[in-house]
């Protein structure tokens, strides 16, 4: 019975959307904490001085690259959530390439292909001759790249794009990293960005303008379609309140769809419609 308020009306996950998307511009809790839980994935990257990053990088890395690490029992459930992470980290957290020498060959993000693991596959370490663990530095000489004769697709696109790359030398400074979100570089983590890239979206709405409340100046005919009322609302006139124009019509249409769900699902008619009204 839509009467009894026992269900929510419209799910959480809609109001979470953007308003142009047809939500309530909500934050998502859940999303919201996973920007805030990247932020610790970038801080181990980013060569940052502080006791939790030199913790952390000596109880749970070891020397070893994050993301080549596995879940297991003994670790915390808070360094766990670190690691389920990884795969969105994955879409910022770029290496920018100098020396080779810190940023891995298959699992750092260092071409415009991604994760080369990901992108060759399991057997892209025995396909290109390339150790899982070698960093860039090892997949090339002072004269060029130790890669074979490319033997597929993929190997070829990566040697196309290795062209058109200088060589890491040790005389250049050392490897880095960025965290790039949305094509725009930055050199810190940015929980403002990042939310913005990551927040549940949907296509904008074209009666989003609709809903903000407005002008209220009844029209002389009723109305004949749902253009003739959008139009109605989007009038502006000095004759009356902006607000109210569009409170009554958010009102008319509320008690019309609760009225006519009563009657659909419930065979039965609101009686206190016309109370409320």
Same mark, same amino acid.
């Given at each position: 019975?839509?009467?009894?308020?026992?269900?929510?009306?419209?799910?959480?996950?809609?109001?979470?959307?953007?308003?142009?998307?047809?939500?309530?511009?909500?934050?998502?809790?859940?999303?919201?904490?996973?920007?805030?839980?990247?932020?610790?994935?970038?801080?181990?990257?980013?060569?940052?001085?502080?006791?939790?990053?030199?913790?952390?990088?000596?109880?749970?890395?070891?020397?070893?690259?994050?993301?080549?690490?596995?879940? $297991?029992?003994?670790?915390?459930?808070?360094?766990?959530?670190?690691?389920?992470?990884?795969?969105?980290?994955?879409?910022?957290?770029?290496?920018?390439?100098?020396?080779?020498?810190?940023?891995?060959?298959?699992?750092?993000?260092?071409?415009?292909?991604?994760?080369?693991?990901?992108?060759?596959?399991?057997?892209?370490?025995?396909?290109?001759?390339?150790?899982?663990?070698?960093?860039?530095?090892?997949?090339?000489?002072?004269?060029?790249?130790?890669?074979?004769?490319?033997?597929?697709?993929?190997?070829?696109?990566?040697?196309?794009?290795?062209? $058109?790359?200088?060589?890491?030398?040790?005389?250049?400074?050392?490897?880095?990293?960025?965290?790039?979100?949305?094509?725009?570089?930055? $050199?810190?983590?940015?929980?403002? $960005?990042?939310?913005?890239?990551?927040?549940?979206?949907?296509?904008?709405?074209?009666?989003?303008?609709?809903?903000?409340?407005?002008?209220?100046?009844?029209?002389?005919?009723?109305?004949?379609?749902?253009?003739?009322?959008?139009?109605?609302?989007?009038?502006?006139?000095?004759?009356?309140?902006?607000?109210?124009?569009?409170?009554?019509?958010?009102?008319?249409?509320?008690?019309?769809?609760?009225?006519?769900?009563?009657?659909?699902?419930?065979?039965?008619?609101?009686?206190?419609?016309?109370?409320?009204?």
């Amino acid at each position: 019975n839509l009467d009894k308020f026992r269900n929510a009306k419209i799910a959480w996950s809609t109001c979470c959307l953007p308003k142009t998307g047809g939500g309530l511009g909500l934050r998502s809790f859940a999303a919201w904490n996973k920007v805030l839980l990247l932020r610790f994935v970038w801080l181990l990257f980013s060569g940052r001085k502080s006791l939790w990053v030199t913790w952390h990088s000596h109880y749970h890395l070891h020397g070893k690259n994050l993301w080549a690490l596995s879940e $297991t029992n003994h670790q915390s459930w808070a360094w766990k959530q670190i690691l389920k992470l990884r795969h969105l980290a994955l879409r910022f957290c770029k290496g920018v390439l100098n020396s080779g020498l810190k940023i891995s060959f298959w699992y750092d993000v260092w071409t415009p292909l991604g994760q080369l693991l990901q992108y060759f596959g399991p057997t892209g370490p025995i396909a290109l001759r390339i150790p899982l663990l070698a960093s860039v530095a090892d997949a090339c000489s002072l004269t060029g790249w130790r890669l074979p004769s490319p033997q597929s697709q993929e190997a070829l696109t990566l040697q196309i794009h290795l062209t $058109t790359i200088p060589l890491p030398s040790l005389t250049l400074n050392d490897d880095f990293y960025e965290w790039r979100v949305e094509d725009s570089t930055v $050199t810190t983590f940015s929980s403002a $960005t990042t939310w913005q890239a990551l927040r549940p979206r949907e296509e904008e709405k074209h009666w989003v303008d609709c809903l903000a409340l407005g002008n209220l100046n009844p029209p002389v005919q009723l109305f004949r379609d749902w253009n003739e009322l959008l139009s109605w609302i989007r009038i502006s006139s000095n004759l009356s309140s902006s607000i109210l124009r569009r409170l009554a019509t958010h009102a008319t249409i509320f008690h019309l769809w609760k009225q006519r769900n009563n009657a659909y699902h419930n065979s039965c008619c609101s009686c206190d419609l016309e109370n409320d009204l």
